[in-house]
């Protein structure tokens, strides 16, 4: 939205209808989110401020997050909910319309995913919207896999994975994972970077793959992947140009 639009909206009162749905994992139960009333603050930029007139929830929310207005008062958003006790709160707002791209996937992986089965494949879905899904396929290897930081499990049945990145059947990205230690571990193959005649394996903690892994991913015995990797000897690295 234009920042001249939006200033138009300054100090009045909207109500945003949220479309996602709040599942409560510690139960599995689901509650349908409810509208709430908003007032618009300071347009600065490309930021609008709002703070929820029930909870006193303050946001601020970039411009271009918003595609749509709906009547003066009537906002339509999707928005990630948060259970806070027996009460569903919105928190915090998200983009009305995903782009339907791999940087619109990319916005998704810090929310809320679940696993399903399409047959005999493991999919993930959005629970935002779930026409964005991760899907694992068939083995590529038939357990027959092996790097040097796969050997370091008991188990020597290793074998790696294609990984889909989808939307509405649509594939954006393939990755590679590799289930090791006869399937109890499952995690992204990593980046190999060359030093002369030595190598070493990384992975980088903002690439796609990382942020991936951490919705479908298996440790074990491990709390996450960067335990995971600090046993196979692999190293996990911040960088200014992550690779995916």
């Known amino acids: 939205m234009k920042k001249e639009k939006a200033k138009a909206w300054e100090g009045r009162d909207i109500r945003i209808r949220p479309r996602a749905v709040c599942l409560d994992t510690g139960s599995s139960r689901r509650f349908q ?82 696993k399903e089965f399409v047959g005999h494949a493991e999919v993930w879905m959005s629970e935002v919207d779930n026409m964005f899904q991760i899907k694992i396929g068939e083995t590529q290897s038939g357990g027959d896999f092996s790097e040097e930081w796969t050997r370091v499990f008991p188990d020597k049945h290793t074998s790696s994975y294609p990984v889909y990145l989808k939307v509405g059947g649509v594939g954006l990205k393939e990755l590679t994972f590799v289930a090791c230690d006869g399937g109890r571990f499952f995690m992204p193959l990593p980046e190999i970077e060359l030093d002369g005649d030595s190598q070493r394996f990384v992975y980088y903690r903002d690439s796609l793959r990382v942020k991936v892994a951490e919705i479908i991913g298996r440790y074990y015995i491990h709390a996450n992947l960067e335990e995971t990797a600090q046993r196979c000897g692999i190293e996990v690295v911040d960088s200014l140009q992550t690779p995916n």
Request: glycine content about 6%; charged content about 30%; proline content about 4%.
């Open 33 to 114: 989110p409810v509208d709430d009333r908003w007032k618009v603050g300071k347009v600065d930029k490309s930021v609008i401020s709002l703070t929820n007139l029930r909870t006193g929830h303050a946001i601020a929310l970039g411009l271009d997050n918003v595609k749509e207005w709906r009547s003066p008062d009537f906002l339509l958003l999707r928005a990630q909910l948060k259970l806070k006790g027996s009460e569903v709160d919105l928190d915090p707002i998200l983009i009305t319309s995903v782009d339907k791209n791999l940087t619109g996937f990319e916005s998704l992986l810090e929310h809320s995913w679940r």
